[in-house]
């Protein structure tokens, strides 16, 4: 479907190879200053009535249902109970075009993409990902390579596919987590922040009650996707520290979950919770991944990240 609508326009334009043209032979410098003039042009010839028809209907710009009170006392208490030396960070609304397909191997289609080389973002965790590896590269630098970078962020996304199901929206808050270090074998890295950040989202949901949001039945399912090799490790290291420290909430394998195989890596989680309305919704998301690893190019560097969305924390 799509490449029969780029033949039509080329077609249509009279230039053959069009999409070539302006992806390949062009320098991204040149394309930039070429599509600054087409928007230029283009927004000259919108009236005020269309502007605010395009307001009313397009889904990327209506305001959130969420109550923004509420959204700042969320807030609020997770950074009172972020994990100790995590930094927190408030991300710029754009990032470099490519964050999310270069990086995490999403479809370029499935984003905004901007102006002047970036795209809007649609992943904190893919940001938070790019801050700790250049933090991590000074730190390898200076002999440093022990120590951690651990990052968070509170950042509104925005992604360009539409979403089936109660509660999903074209732009939406995540609350994140990343922390990047060197491998210390035996998945040692990965399970001891792995424990960390669902313990932080546990103790999160649990004390959402003050702000008149309760939530219970919290449910974590982990997904082994190293065909069992994991399994012993992901026993006594994940579950069994989880559990004791959480009786009250229920952590579980899942060997039936497929999504995410490929952007993480041996393991993930799920994190779910119980509202009032007797509702389980997904709440949380993460798992360890390659991106420092990559953007580094170094084998030796690990990184967990997860996000939970605070925006289905704060809808009724």
Known sequence: MMQALIE????????????????????????????????SRSSSKISPSR????????????????????????????WQLLPERYIPLELAPLCPL????????VSQKKVVSAGRGTEVV??????LALECAVRRRSMIRGNDAREAVLLAASHRLTRAQAFKGPRVWAH??????????????????????LVEQISFYIKFLMQLAQLGRTFTNIRVAITDFTEGRLQIILQEQILQPLSSSFPKAKVHLDPGRTSGRGYYESVCFKLFATE??????????GGPTALTRALLSDAKERLVISGLGTERLCAK
């Open 172 to 193: 939406f808050r995540i609350l994140s987590l990343c922390a990047a270090g060197r491998d210390e074998g035996s998945f040692g890295f990965e399970a001891r922040h």
């Open 8 to 39: 039509r326009i080329q077609r249509e334009a009279g230039v053959p190879h069009l999409v070539e043209i302006l992806a390949e032979r062009l320098l991204p410098s040149d394309f930039q200053s070429l599509m600054l003039e087409v928007y």
């Open 276 to 285: 009032d309305s007797g509702t389980e919704l997904e709440f949380a998301d």
């Open 122 to 127: 649609a992943d904190s965790t893919n940001v």
């Open 51 to 78: 502007l605010l028809e395009r307001y009313e209907h397009n889904r990327f710009v209506a305001p959130s249902l969420a109550d923004p009170r509420l959204l700042v006392e969320v807030d609020r208490l997770a």
């Open 98 to 105: 490519g964050t999310n397909s270069v990086v995490a191997s």
